[in-house]
């Protein structure tokens, strides 16, 4: 598949909708119709950038016991979804840095010590080129209202017996749910995880 440029279609508030226009392997023309925080990609190097331009925090309690997600109503759905919390990297803002205001502004819990962090992954590969970075953390405190007025969340403290539960009836992200399936019933061993080591690869890097 070659690349062969790029147009925006509408530009909105918080995103804005591409057509990219490739060539096949057969010599036929495809349009691929995508949505993008970047107001103005014009490259194949910007389209395909993968630097961090959100944050997802993964809180686990002190003993590793108790995940802790948010209950959100999800507008572009309609419903509420079990979600880690997460939001925009501000400029100037590492990662982690960001991790911590979100997890604060949020959820009112306090960041303990970062776990690891992963390399960027893209967000849903076929509809947008969004990227985060996943920031896996001992968290600790009392849960407090989200301080925001746009948006509508429900911090929650969760055990296995709960999420064992929630895999079974609730909406989630798919995220969120791959992990909890993992923490329930496979071994993360994340203790092993604990770093003094440098953050994985330059791809989560901004």
């Known amino acids: 598949?070659?690349?062969?440029?790029?147009?925006?279609?509408?530009?909105?508030?918080f995103i804005?909708?591409?057509?990219?226009?490739?060539?096949?392997?057969?010599?036929?023309?495809?349009?691929?119709?995508?949505?993008?925080?970047?107001?103005?990609?014009?490259?194949?190097?910007?389209l395909s950038d993968w630097s961090s331009k959100t944050v997802c925090i993964i809180g686990l309690s002190r003993n590793h016991n108790r995940i802790l997600l948010n209950k959100e109503y999800q507008?572009?759905?309609?419903?509420w979804v079990y979600n880690f919390p997460s939001g925009l990297i501000d400029e100037g803002e590492t990662p982690t840095e960001a991790a911590?205001?979100?997890?604060?502004?949020?959820?009112?819990?306090?960041?303990?010590?970062?776990?690891?962090?992963?390399?960027?992954?893209?967000n849903s590969v076929g509809l947008s080129n969004e990227s985060t970075s996943c920031v896996i953390a001992i968290v600790d405190g009392d849960i407090q209202e989200s301080n925001s007025s746009f948006?509508?969340?429900?911090?929650?403290?969760?055990?296995?017996?709960?999420?064992?539960?929630?895999?079974?009836?609730?909406?989630?992200?798919?995220?969120a749910q791959l992990f909890c399936f993992l923490w329930?019933?496979?071994?993360?061993?994340?203790?092993?995880?604990?770093?003094?080591q440098e953050d994985f690869g330059k791809g989560n890097l901004r």
């Open 1 to 13: 598949m070659q690349f062969k440029g790029i147009k925006q279609i509408e530009k909105g508030n």
């Open 16 to 46: 804005n909708r591409y057509d990219i226009l490739y060539e096949s392997n057969d010599h036929k023309e495809k349009t691929y119709e995508i949505v993008s925080r970047n107001p103005n990609i014009t490259s194949l190097e910007e």
């Open 75 to 79: 507008m572009a759905v309609g419903d």
């Open 100 to 122: 911590k205001r979100e997890l604060m502004e949020e959820t009112g819990l306090r960041f303990v010590k970062r776990i690891v962090r992963l390399k960027s992954s893209f």
């Open 151 to 175: 948006e509508e969340i429900e911090a929650v403290w969760l055990s296995k017996n709960d999420v064992k539960e929630l895999l079974k009836t609730s909406k989630m992200s798919a995220r």
């Open 184 to 196: 329930v019933y496979g071994d993360l061993c994340l203790d092993r995880f604990y770093e003094d």
